[in-house]
């Protein structure tokens, strides 16, 4: 079974926090949202995710439905920091 990785990153561009997870549902997003708030103690004024459905089903458990922004292209920064990743899988 395959691993998916997780990240959380800020504003800045910067790695807040990863996750390394057999699945992509509800429960995982639910994990990863839970320790981020509980680790920095302060809601985000936004929250920007791809379109898997699994991030909105938490995002509405958590009440930050309203926070909430999904779109192909919004989570760039997301993904522009998971690119020393990926050139390290290549290599593998």
Same mark, same amino acid.
């Given at each position: 079974?395959?691993?998916? /990785?997780?990240?959380?990153?800020?504003?800045?561009?910067?790695?807040?926090?990863? /996750?390394?997870?057999?699945?992509? %549902?509800?429960?995982?997003?639910?994990?990863?949202?839970?320790?981020? /708030?509980?680790?920095?103690?302060?809601?985000?004024?936004?929250?920007?995710?791809?379109?898997?459905?699994?991030?909105?089903?938490?995002?509405?458990?958590?009440? /930050?439905? %309203?926070?909430?922004?999904?779109?192909?292209?919004? %989570?760039?920064?997301?993904? %522009?920091?998971?690119?020393?990743?990926?050139?390290?899988?290549?290599?593998?």
């Amino acid at each position: 079974m395959a691993a998916c /990785l997780w990240r959380a990153v800020d504003a800045e561009g910067e790695v807040l926090d990863v /996750l390394v997870q057999t699945k992509r %549902n509800k429960r995982a997003a639910l994990k990863l949202m839970r320790k981020l /708030l509980k680790k920095y103690g302060f809601v985000p004024d936004k929250l920007v995710t791809d379109n898997l459905r699994s991030y909105a089903a938490a995002a509405g458990d958590l009440k /930050l439905s %309203n926070r909430h922004e999904r779109g192909r292209w919004r %989570n760039n920064r997301a993904e %522009n920091s998971h690119q020393p990743t990926r050139r390290r899988e290549r290599k593998m």
